[in-house]
């Protein structure tokens, strides 16, 4: 058990819908992370939190908007999505940003 | 421009032999690095680290061996097992700064049985 959970595991929708995914450690760690990887495509970072302050927005679409309440759960909200948008977002945390990171199972996201 | 490159997409080892997976890094502030092993639909799972203080870390089959002058890490499954199949994702990062990991494209490993 990594101790990072994320939910729901599976997810369809609509490109008019509007959807929320829900990360939660149970690590103590200070930052978070939403990934995103596509079909054949490597790891590509969407967005960190450290000590619940964002601090890097890696040129994402603001379709997709993070929400980090507390150290301990992040969400991904999502909103007007494209096809394209079809992936498995990953969830992560470490103690500090310099160090190993713990990943989530994922999220599959089916944009249709 | 990618600091961190694994050259190799893929590679097919036999059942039971050596897995060798390869890393190469430009930035010199890198002092830690680390292997992530990850199954299809699957998030990644931390497998081994090491420290620029030193050039071989062990853990059962796994070892990662670090090069600093040649910037360059690698990552030794022995013996190689079917269920070690999955894609390799190597990562590194600096102490200094305020940069999270940077991941490499990740190398798939098959072995064969």
């Known amino acids: 058990e990594t101790g990072v959970t994320q939910t729901p595991r599976h997810l369809v929708m609509g490109m008019t819908n509007k959807k929320s995914l829900k990360c939660e450690q149970h690590?103590?760690?200070?930052?978070m992370y939403w990934y995103k990887q596509s079909a054949k495509k490597p790891l590509e970072l969407m967005f960190v939190y450290s000590l619940e302050e964002r601090v890097e927005n890696n040129s994402v679409p603001s379709r997709f908007s993070p929400e980090c309440p507390n150290s301990s759960h992040l969400f991904l909200h999502l909103h007007t999505l494209q096809p394209e948008d079809s992936a498995l977002y990953l969830c992560?945390?470490?103690?500090?940003?310099?160090?190993?990171?713990?990943f989530g199972p994922g999220t599959r996201l089916l944009v249709l | 421009d990618q600091q961190v490159k694994q050259n190799s997409p893929s590679l097919s080892v036999q059942e039971g032999r050596i897995s060798i997976l390869n890393c190469d890094y430009t930035?010199?502030?890198?002092?830690?690095f680390l292997w992530y092993k990850k199954y299809p639909a699957e998030g990644p799972t931390f497998l081994i680290s090491?420290?620029?203080?030193?050039d071989k870390n062990e853990d059962g089959r796994f070892t990662v061996f670090l090069n600093k002058s040649a910037k360059h890490l690698s990552l030794h499954i022995v013996p190689s097992q079917p269920g070690d199949s999955a894609v390799y994702f190597c990562?590194?990062?600096?102490?200094?700064?305020?940069?999270?990991?940077?991941f490499g494209k990740g190398t798939r490993l098959s072995v064969i049985a």
């Open positions: 990562a590194a990062s600096a102490s200094s700064g305020n940069t999270p990991l940077v």
């Open positions: 090491i420290s620029s203080i030193k």
């Open positions: 690590l103590g760690h200070n930052a």
């Open positions: 992560a945390s470490s103690r500090s940003m310099k160090e190993t990171q713990y």
């Open positions: 930035n010199s502030m890198f002092d830690y």
